[in-house]
């Protein structure tokens, strides 16, 4: 399954690309929110574009071009499924970030990952047209940055340093918001100081370049964690993904999706990270 894993990862590269080029396009400026097509998805703060739409579907366009048996599930358009499904199934954020993105912020990306038919994630790519950054990974193959002409592997935090950094995030809904601030003191025990970039792929796979030592967020979709999860893990980086019903079976609900608590680190901080939130 090696060139099978490889060849997957080459779609998502492309894939991602692809979205990543959309983002590229974004008008220059701070203030300029009135040309972006924002919509407000329903929480304060919880926002869509058209550069949101029109990421996802030129993503989507790129998987159905070589994988057209392939089912697709994304944050805009939900699940789409072939007549004949391949037993393949792609997982899409066109733009995790998108407050970031609205505001000139440069944390933001295009987050594409496949599984297979039992939900084991294989490939996944990570790409971030701001930063100028592409991160990826291939179950079995490491993970790997890609940025400024130059290809390194990533190999997670530095094991046993001080001054540890934790990243995280706040959900729109103000009752988990709430919780989660009351269990703040608890998140940063063992920590020097947190970090809330915005972007929980972005995030993700900074634990795996080892910026951050560590992450842990409530209320994530599949969407925003299931590329970067997959590049942390291959950077050698204990990661804990929540059970969430499958997109395939209409879930999770918003109170699952709430509770949810997706993290990683270290393997040294597991313990610690597997007892939040």
């Not at 919509?39 to 550069?51: L, M």
């Not at 940055?145 to 190999?155: P, V």
Request: net charge negative.
């Amino acid at each position: 399954m090696t060139a099978e894993f490889l060849n997957l990862l080459a779609v998502a590269r492309a894939a991602a690309a692809a979205g990543a080029q959309v983002l590229a396009g974004r008008p220059s400026g701070p203030n300029i929110a009135g040309s972006l097509g924002v919509v407000n998805k329903g929480d304060a703060g919880d926002w869509v574009t058209a550069f949101d739409v029109a990421a996802e579907n030129a993503v989507r366009e790129a998987i159905t071009a070589e994988r057209p048996h392939d089912t697709i599930t994304g944050e805009e358009h939900g699940t789409t499924r072939p007549e004949q499904p391949s037993g393949y199934r792609w997982s899409i954020d066109p733009l995790d970030g998108t407050t970031n993105f609205i505001r000139n912020i440069v944390y933001y990306a295009t987050s594409v990952a496949v599984a297979d038919a039992d939900g084991v994630w294989l490939a996944g790519v990570v790409n971030a047209p701001a930063l100028g950054r592409v991160y990826s990974a291939a179950r079995g193959h490491g993970a790997w940055l890609e940025e400024n002409g130059q290809r390194t592997q990533l190999s997670g935090p530095l094991a046993g340093r001080t001054g540890l950094i934790v990243a995280s995030g706040f959900s729109y809904d103000p009752a988990t918001r709430a919780e989660q601030f009351a269990g703040l003191g608890n998140l940063m025990e063992g920590f020097a100081d947190l970090r809330r970039l915005g972007s929980a792929a972005l995030d993700l796979c900074l634990v795996a370049d080892g910026t951050h030592d560590a992450f842990g967020e409530r209320g994530l979709n599949e969407h925003d964690y299931a590329a970067g999860a997959l590049i942390a893990e291959e950077a050698g980086c204990w990661v804990r993904r929540p059970r969430l019903t499958s997109p395939l079976d209409g879930g999770p609900t918003d109170a699952e999706r709430l509770e949810a608590w997706t993290c990683a680190g270290t393997l040294e901080l597991s313990g610690k990270l597997w007892a939040l939130p």
